[in-house]
């Protein structure tokens, strides 16, 4: 199975500042198509997860632009240009190249 | 509007069965695959396996074969999960999520998660 890691495992964030979060994954992720098979989910405090990010840097429908996500084959990262107050939650890489889908650890992101 | 609708919380005892339900609505059951997946307490998410609503076909984590099945009504648009042998590390919070069947737009609409508890 790819294993996904991440870091940090835990973010304090100020509003109105910017915020980044790293993924690794142990295997390329990189697909013959030219495209990066790495999502990017977060999860609200009682809610389902949710899809910010997909296949690398695409934004899912209603995901504000303050969201990116790029990366190479094994590292990727999520960036938040500036931090609002609605972003807390845990953050969530997986990758969806092979089955089973494996997704990393988590970071919460919380108001410092 | 689109939305996954799933069935209410379960407790269960060791060696049971549960049988958890995903209602589609609002677009075409059969135009993408139903993935579910696990949060058990404290625990990153884990995926089980997916269903082609349409065909039923689908694929199976490892972990979980042998106790896991994925039937559907597409008469209803209902996907379910149905997994066996219920231990306590079982206990977790279940998911379905739908995914586009011909080109990959990631896990775009999820249902609002179902609480299994497995106790003696």
């Known amino acids: 199975d790819i294993v996904m890691t991440q870091s940090p495992l835990s973010l304090p964030v100020t509003p109105g500042e910017p915020a980044s979060i790293s993924c690794r994954s142990s295997q390329s992720l990189l697909y013959s198509n030219g495209y990066k098979y790495v999502d990017w989910y977060l999860q609200k405090p009682g809610q389902s997860p949710q899809l910010l990010i997909y296949?690398?840097?695409n934004r899912a429908s209603g995901v504000p632009d303050r969201f990116s996500g790029s990366g190479s084959g094994t590292n990727f990262t999520l960036k938040i240009s500036r931090v609002e107050p609605e972003d807390v939650g845990v953050y969530y890489c997986?990758?969806?190249?092979?089955?089973?889908?494996?997704f990393g650890p988590g970071t919460k992101v919380d108001l410092k | 509007q689109v939305q996954l609708v799933q069935s209410g919380p379960e407790v269960k005892k060791p060696g049971a069965s549960v049988k958890v339900s995903c209602k589609a609505s609002g677009y075409t059951f059969s135009n993408y695959t139903i993935h579910w997946v696990r949060q058990a307490p404290g625990q990153r998410l884990e995926w089980m396996g997916w269903?082609?609503?349409?065909?039923?076909?689908?694929k199976l984590s490892q972990k979980f074969q042998g106790r896991l099945t994925l039937p559907r009504d597409t008469s209803a648009s209902i996907a379910f999960m149905e997994l066996s042998s219920l231990r306590s590390e079982d206990t977790a919070i279940y998911y379905c999520a739908r995914v586009k069947l011909d080109y990959y737009y990631g896990l775009d609409v999820w249902g609002q998660g179902t609480t299994v508890t497995v106790s003696s």
């Open positions: 997986m990758q969806p190249l092979q089955t089973p889908f494996t």
């Open positions: 269903l082609n609503p349409g065909t039923g076909y689908g």
């Open positions: 296949l690398g840097s």
